[in-house]
């Protein structure tokens, strides 16, 4: 990477992060669980203490009180917490991650090879053309949770579409899945990438030589060693390597519940709020009001219909679908819809892939319907950042 992409890299992740932090400069510090997650593995402890009582979402194993997230973004505010201690304000970090996550969306799309207005175009849209402004200045447990698997998913796809270290893929791709465990459906994809994006071979044939065994292994390899940081984990609190603590955490949630956790009688509400769920109208300025239970991406985010034109006759682009699709399939089945939230926040563990497909599809648009859809996405999500704002979300 040259210096002057350096220095391009850097201006973005500042310009990105002040512009969020003007977007809400009161940076409320609202529900930072990892936060404390953090401060209880600095003292020594696996269960939390010293909390906020009105904190929801914990869950009690032996009297001890433990966090169900995953460590990503825990382990990533160690060395804040360290120095700040539980006062750390989590917003302000997410802030900051969400520039160095435009910043490398920025770099990816040059990986990729879109060229440097599409890359631009691309970054911005992928940071404020999406519920992504909306998740960064919020920046709770929930929302910082999504922030980290696009920081992981971006570095995991820069690493493919550069050298193709197969470790290195698949440890980002595990720090993505400690961060939210449902975008692990997507490794199949993500592999068959990986293999396609350093092969000569065109045929199908590609996926299974010993070329495509070696990085498949590799990528496992990579995987393996950092799930292997959520196994430890859940083994001390626990006693077992396999329970998170969402298996105790549906002992409140599925209480009095049809259906558990994964069911597809979920599959029609999912539906209809991220492509469906309309604005709601109001007598006073600015007249349109977000449903706390969520709104259509095609009113949020318009401007990545352009993904469906993302060239199919190549490999790349079928295989980035597939993580696309893969992903979905682990949320629209999940009995929760994003609880209180501007627009469809699940869009975000797929934004990494969708970003590249919406960089592709813009290749011959027309510039007045880009600039169209770009300025109704962002007015659409300066607008959710605004009543998430007014209304404490």
């Known amino acids: 990477m040259t210096g002057s992409r350096?220095?391009?890299?850097?201006?973005?992740?500042?310009?990105?992060?002040?512009?969020?932090?003007?977007?809400?400069?009161r940076v409320p510090d609202a529900y930072k669980h990892h936060v404390y997650v953090a401060d209880a593995w600095l003292h020594g402890r696996t269960w939390v203490q010293g909390y906020p009582p009105h904190y929801?979402?914990?869950?009690?194993?032996?009297?001890?009180?433990?966090?169900?997230?995953?460590?990503?973004?825990?382990?990533?505010?160690?060395?804040?917490?360290w120095w700040w201690?539980?006062?750390?304000?989590?917003?302000?970090?997410?802030?900051?991650?969400?520039?160095?996550?435009?910043?490398?969306?920025?770099?990816?799309?040059?990986?990729?090879?879109?060229?440097?207005?599409?890359?631009?175009?691309g970054s911005l849209i992928f940071a404020f053309g999406t519920v992504n402004w909306y998740t960064a200045i919020i920046g709770t447990t929930w929302f910082l949770s999504h922030l980290c698997?696009?920081?992981?998913?971006?570095?995991?796809?820069?690493?493919?579409?550069?050298?193709?270290?197969?470790?290195?893929?698949?440890?980002?791709?595990?720090?993505?899945?400690?961060?939210?465990?449902?975008?692990?459906?997507?490794?199949?994809?993500?592999?068959?990438?990986?293999?396609?994006r350093h092969t000569t071979k065109?045929?199908?044939?590609?996926?299974?030589?010993?070329?495509?065994?070696?990085?498949?292994?590799?990528?496992?390899?990579?995987?393996?060693?950092?799930?292997?940081?959520?196994?430890?984990?859940?083994?001390?609190?626990?006693?077992?390597?396999?329970?998170?603590?969402?298996g105790v955490a549906a002992q409140v949630y599925m209480a009095n519940r049809t259906y558990g956790w994964y069911d597809w009688h979920y599959l029609p509400r999912h539906l209809?709020?991220?492509?469906?769920?309309?604005?709601?109208?109001?007598?006073?300025?600015?007249?349109?009001?977000?449903?706390?239970?969520?709104?259509?991406i095609l009113l949020t985010s318009p401007i990545l219909l352009y993904a469906f034109l993302a060239p199919w006759r190549?490999?790349?682009?079928?295989?980035?679908?597939?993580?696309?699709?893969?992903?979905?399939?682990?949320?629209?089945?999940?009995f929760y819809q994003g609880w209180v939230q501007f627009g469809y926040r699940y869009l975000l563990d797929a934004l990494p892939y969708g970003i590249i497909l919406v960089a592709l599809g813009l290749a011959e648009a027309r510039r007045a319907a880009v600039t169209f859809l770009l300025e109704f996405s962002a007015l659409s999500n300066a607008l959710g950042v605004y009543w998430g704002e007014k209304l404490g979300w």
């Open 85 to 121: 201690g539980t006062a750390f304000n989590q917003n302000v970090f997410s802030m900051g991650l969400a520039g160095l996550n435009a910043a490398l969306c920025w770099l990816l799309l040059h990986d990729v090879g879109v060229g440097p207005r599409r890359a631009a175009l």
């Open 149 to 196: 698997v696009e920081l992981f998913l971006l570095l995991a796809l820069r690493e493919v579409f550069r050298r193709g270290r197969s470790v290195l893929v698949g440890a980002a791709f595990g720090f993505a899945i400690l961060s939210r465990v449902n975008v692990g459906t997507a490794a199949p994809a993500l592999v068959l990438l990986l293999i396609d």
């Open 56 to 81: 929801h979402d914990w869950i009690t194993v032996n009297g001890k009180i433990h966090s169900p997230f995953g460590p990503t973004p825990a382990i990533l505010l160690v060395p804040f917490v």
């Open 6 to 25: 350096r220095l391009a890299a850097l201006a973005i992740f500042i310009g990105v992060t002040l512009l969020l932090y003007a977007s809400n400069p």
């Open 314 to 334: 190549e490999r790349t682009v079928r295989l980035l679908w597939l993580a696309v699709v893969l992903t979905a399939a682990a949320l629209f089945p999940y």
């Open 272 to 296: 209809y709020i991220s492509i469906f769920r309309g604005w709601e109208w109001i007598d006073d300025f600015p007249f349109l009001k977000p449903s706390p239970e969520g709104l259509s």
């Open 202 to 246: 065109r045929g199908l044939g590609a996926f299974f030589d010993g070329n495509a065994f070696g990085r498949a292994v590799l990528f496992g390899v990579g995987l393996a060693l950092v799930l292997g940081i959520e196994f430890g984990l859940n083994f001390i609190r626990f006693g077992k390597p396999f329970e998170t603590g969402y």
